[in-house]
């Protein structure tokens, strides 16, 4: 088996074929094991039965030339043993390598001051004037929890009530301009696939809510004279 191809490969069943790989060499070793212990006791009678019929000398040779060759088998499956360990290891470290598993829409607030730059919170987000704008953005988070730093894959957008709120994507293919249109809410839906294969999805709110302002209360403010 060419163990470096199998390394470079990225199968979605590669824990289950390691372990059916695994059991091969399980099975190998037992019968090693198995092999080396009739040997040793194939030697064992040897000593114990060899009487003037043999001459000691041609029986202890001979046995000194199998402990040599068992000796040989046991130096090579410890030798083999290594090799198979460094190989999980390296495996190990691919499985446990950080990998991009979750994802959250983030929304950037409006900002509050000339200058300001708009900070992205995670979802939900309410837009309170029609027209206003905010920008969704990706946050992504590893198979441990912890915040991804590497490249985010290209993202697609989609909302599902554009009579409230609109989803336009941006140039980058990673954020997304959502605008609001009337009050009500919609849901902004972000997707995308991994380099591994898996696909990934985050749906977050947006509530348009855009104050009603109700007509000025009537004051008298002019008279005019009147005749029957």
Do not use: C
């Not at 950037?108 to 837009?127: C, F, I, N, R, Y």
Request: proline residues 7%; glycine residues 6%.
């Amino acid at each position: 088996m060419e163990y470096t191809a199998f390394m470079d490969r990225e199968p979605k069943n590669l824990q289950a074929e390691l372990d059916a790989k695994m059991g091969e060499v399980s099975g190998l070793l037992s019968a090693s094991t198995a092999d080396i212990a009739a040997i040793r006791e194939a030697l064992e009678f040897l000593k114990t039965s060899s009487n003037s019929a043999f001459p000691g000398t041609i029986v202890f040779d001979a046995i000194q030339k199998f402990e040599t060759a068992i000796e040989k088998i046991e130096a090579r499956s410890i030798h083999y043993e290594g090799k198979i360990l460094g190989i999980l290891d390296r495996i190990k470290h691919r499985f446990d390598s950080p990998k991009l598993s979750r994802i959250e829409i983030a929304f950037t607030a409006p900002s509050t001051s000339k200058g300001d730059v708009p900070m992205a919170t995670q979802g939900p987000v309410t837009l309170t004037t029609a027209g206003q704008v905010t920008t969704a953005s990706i946050n992504g988070f590893d198979q441990f929890g912890n915040a991804w730093t590497g490249t985010i894959p290209p993202v697609t957008y989609a909302i599902d009530n554009p009579a409230f709120a609109t989803s336009v994507p941006n140039a980058d293919g990673l954020t997304d301009a959502v605008t609001a249109v009337a009050n009500g809410v919609a849901n902004l839906t972000a997707t995308l696939t991994t380099v591994e294969g898996l696909a990934l999805s985050d749906t977050e709110s947006v509530t348009v809510a855009i104050p009603i302002v109700p007509p000025p209360t009537p004051v008298l403010s002019s008279i005019k004279i009147a005749f029957a």
